[in-house]
């Protein structure tokens, strides 16, 4: 009979990463520097007498928020974009606050799964998602922008609010309080898009236009367009106001993002004819290549702007946000439909063997696929709106 070992992890959790290696081979990933591989993550053993759901997590970063929803959730794998492990350990202690996560997630019996790199090189992958947002289009009409006059701004709201600082003597607390202005917004994060909200308002890669791969990935069977970064060319030039607002509905609608351009010019007055794109953060991918935007997650000071002194554009988001989204509106739907394959599967085979204990059997027995995106994950940068500052131009949309 079939019994409970500590060697193995979970059948389902098995099926997740032969699912994840169908999606994204693990030869796609850049090993110079990345870390991938449930085997060099978090492989936690199985316990069939108190399994976990057959549900999946998606992150971009395992924070502690994270481990805990996935716990709460009663998760059986968290797919991690991004490795929290990328040099190894001497040790192994709750003092160490990410070590600490993935304690408490193999307690638990959670395994972490972490595919980064490979995802970005894959056909269809990250890099071709951005690009598809750089080609996409709005409802018509497209909008117009000007930065010529400054907008009208609505007072904004007072509260008496006590100073902090002030000795607090009895003349202090007879004298009325002094009314300070609230001037900044609560850190602000980009929406989560998914496929249905996308298809309303923007329709990826429709705009005329040729796309290669900038550092192509060869030898792996099946993947033969793979490759880091993309280099997106128009058959005619785009308005690069109508960029920006493409780029900012696709990956969410933030309430702002870095714009980098010549200091000679205006954003309305300039047009895009090539589009270099990398996820996260680009230099290294984009750093040689000719194109009138840069578009990445994030760009030192010193290279954006020697890009702008080339003449240049640069947009960044902040890391993860140029990566977030592929979560809910492509690696969700793709993930759960091989998934669910994967998992049939497994379950024929294991039920093949025959001699189940009652607990596997249990566990053989439960068709359920669950993938969802983490409600609590994000960038650890928000945008702060300076709501009694003065803008200039308009809105886009």
């Known amino acids: 009979?079939?019994?409970?070992?500590?060697?193995?992890?979970?059948?389902?959790?098995?099926?997740?990463?032969?699912?994840?290696?169908?999606?994204?081979?693990?030869?796609?990933?850049?090993?110079?520097?990345?870390?991938?591989?449930?085997?060099?993550?978090?492989?936690?053993?199985?316990?069939?007498?108190?399994?976990?759901?057959?549900?999946?997590?998606?992150?971009?970063?395992?924070?502690?928020?994270?481990?805990?929803?996935?716990?709460?959730?009663?998760?059986?794998?968290?797919?991690?974009?991004?490795?929290?492990?990328?040099?190894?350990?001497?040790?192994?202690?709750?003092?160490?606050?990410?070590?600490?996560?993935?304690?408490?997630?193999?307690?638990?019996?959670?395994?972490?799964?972490?595919?980064?790199?490979?995802?970005?090189?894959?056909?269809?992958?990250?890099?071709?998602?951005?690009?598809?947002?750089?080609?996409?289009?709005?409802?018509?009409?497209?909008?117009?922008?000007?930065?010529?006059?400054?907008?009208?701004?609505?007072?904004?709201?007072?509260?008496?609010?006590?100073?902090?600082?002030?000795?607090?003597?009895?003349?202090?607390?007879?004298?009325?309080?002094?009314?300070?202005?609230?001037?900044?917004s609560r850190p602000t994060y980009p929406s989560k898009p998914t496929a249905d909200k996308e298809g309303a308002n923007f329709t990826p890669s429709v705009t005329d236009h040729a796309r290669t791969v900038i550092h192509p990935v060869t030898g792996v069977p099946g993947f033969?367009?793979?490759?880091?970064?993309?280099?997106?060319?128009?058959?005619?030039?785009?308005?690069?106001?109508?960029?920006?607002?493409?780029?900012?509905?696709?990956?969410?609608?933030?309430?702002?993002?870095?714009?980098a351009i010549p200091q000679t010019k205006q954003v309305e007055e300039i047009q895009i004819r090539t589009v270099g794109i990398c996820a996260g953060s680009g230099h290294s991918v984009l750093k040689d290549v000719d194109a009138d935007l840069l578009f990445t997650g994030e760009l030192s000071h010193h290279d954006a702007l020697a890009a702008t002194e080339e003449g240049k554009c640069v947009v960044t988001l902040f890391h993860s946000n140029t990566e977030r989204g592929f979560l809910s509106t492509v690696l969700k739907n793709k993930l759960t439909n091989v998934l669910q394959k994967e998992w049939g599967k497994m379950r024929e085979e294991i039920a093949q063997a025959g001699d189940l204990s009652p607990e596997w059997e249990d566990a053989v027995k439960d068709e359920d696929v669950l993938v969802e995106c983490s409600a609590v994950d994000r960038d650890p940068f928000g945008v702060v709106i300076l709501e009694s500052s003065k803008q200039e131009g308009r809105p886009l949309s």
């Open 224 to 259: 033969e367009n793979a490759g880091m970064g993309r280099l997106v060319t128009f058959t005619h030039p785009q308005p690069f106001t109508h960029l920006i607002e493409r780029i900012a509905r696709g990956v969410g609608s933030p309430k702002g993002f870095p714009v």
């Open 1 to 184: 009979m079939s019994t409970y070992t500590t060697d193995k992890a979970s059948p389902f959790t098995r099926a997740v990463i032969n699912s994840m290696r169908k999606l994204y081979p693990e030869a796609l990933a850049d090993k110079s520097f990345d870390n991938t591989g449930c085997a060099v993550l978090l492989e936690a053993p199985f316990d069939p007498i108190r399994r976990q759901m057959n549900s999946v997590l998606l992150t971009i970063d395992l924070t502690k928020a994270v481990a805990d929803e996935a716990i709460q959730r009663k998760d059986c794998v968290v797919v991690s974009y991004h490795p929290i492990i990328f040099r190894g350990f001497k040790s192994l202690t709750l003092a160490n606050h990410q070590q600490q996560s993935l304690l408490r997630l193999a307690l638990e019996g959670i395994s972490v799964y972490s595919p980064h790199t490979a995802v970005d090189a894959a056909p269809g992958g990250l890099a071709d998602w951005l690009a598809d947002i750089v080609t996409g289009h709005l409802p018509e009409p497209e909008p117009a922008t000007h930065t010529a006059k400054p907008e009208e701004q609505k007072e904004t709201e007072e509260y008496p609010i006590e100073d902090p600082f002030t000795e607090k003597t009895d003349k202090w607390k007879q004298r009325p309080r002094i009314p300070l202005r609230r001037t900044y």
